[in-house]
Every structure is written in C-alpha cells, then in structure tokens.
C-alpha cells in the first residue's frame, strides 16, 4: 500500500511540474497527465552528462525536476582542434532540454551535463508522437512552445554574436 502511495505522491509531483514547463502552455490538465504518465524519471549525479554534443540524437525530452544542468558548446582553434568549451545556459527546475531531438534526427549541438545531483523526467520522442497522433492539439501546442523557445535562444544568440563577437578583432 505504501508504494501505491509514494507513486501516487510521485506521479501527482510530476504532473504539477510539467504544468510549470514552458513548454507545456496551453495544454489542458487531462493532456498534462497523459503526458506524465509516458514520463520516467532519472537521477544523474553532479557532472553526469545526460547529452553529448555531436551524439545521435537521444530522442528524448529533459525536464528538469531537482537540481541544475548546464548547455555548453566544444571550442574549435584555429587548427580545427577541439578544446575548452564555453557554457551557454543553466536550467533548474521546471526547464526542458533536449527538445530539438523531437523535432529533428540531427546529432546534438551542445552538451548537457549535471551541475548538481538532479533528478531529470524523460519523455520519450516515441511516446510523445505517439501521444500526438491521437490527439494533435497536443502536438500543436507543444510544436508552437518548441517554436518559441527556439526563437528566444536563437535571439539571445544573435544578440551575443552582435554585441560581443567582435571583441579581440582588429581594425584593418
């Protein structure tokens, strides 16, 4: 009875935090636990890595449920050698990761690694297209959210490469 209980509790957690996940917007609270109940959670401890850059795509979406991740990009040299990297984020809880994975096959274009011991909810690409090819206003809110959230990261960029690119070239 105890562990029907502690699911239950567990299950309830993670329904309320997918309701405070950007990318969950609009959804109803019926669609909120449909897609709760195709999530797994994981634990990764400080400095795991839940995504490497230029991997095959996990297909999988990251939510944040305790703890910090960090996106961070390799660093090329001038000899096409891979160096350092350069953090570009952190999330926490409530934050997603991994979301370029639904929508296209591609490698990963950064790597996400454990800041902290985190617990982490998996929604798998198959489950979720799966769960969206019965009911598409599911999908369509997801799909606009994922829109949106690509456009604000990829603004932020823009603004960065403007702003801050030019530093350390000269005038000639």
């Known amino acids: 009875m105890e562990k029907n209980k502690n699911s239950r509790g567990k299950i309830m957690s993670n329904i ?3 309701k405070k996940t950007g990318l969950f917007d609009g959804l109803s609270d019926e669609d909120i636990i449909k897609i709760a109940s195709g999530c797994m959670e994981k634990e990764y401890p400080i400095g795991s890595v839940l995504i490497e850059e230029n991997e095959p795509p996990k297909e999988m979406l990251f939510i944040v449920k305790e703890g910090e991740v960090a996106v961070s990009t390799s660093n090329v040299d001038a000899d096409e050698t891979e160096n350092e990297s350069t953090m570009l984020a952190t999330f926490g809880p409530g934050e997603a990761v991994g979301e370029i994975s639904l929508v296209d096959k591609n490698p990963h274009s950064a790597t996400v690694r454990a800041m902290s011991d985190s617990k982490i909810l998996l929604l ?14 599911i999908g369509y809110v997801v799909m606009r959210n994922i829109a949106t959230v690509m456009c604000n990261r990829l603004r932020t960029s823009n603004f960065a490469v403007k702003h801050f690119g030019l530093w350390g070239k000269t005038d000639d």
């Open 16 to 18: 309320e935090l997918l």
């Open 124 to 137: 798998p690409a198959s489950y979720f297209y799966s769960l969206v090819e019965q009911d598409k206003n």
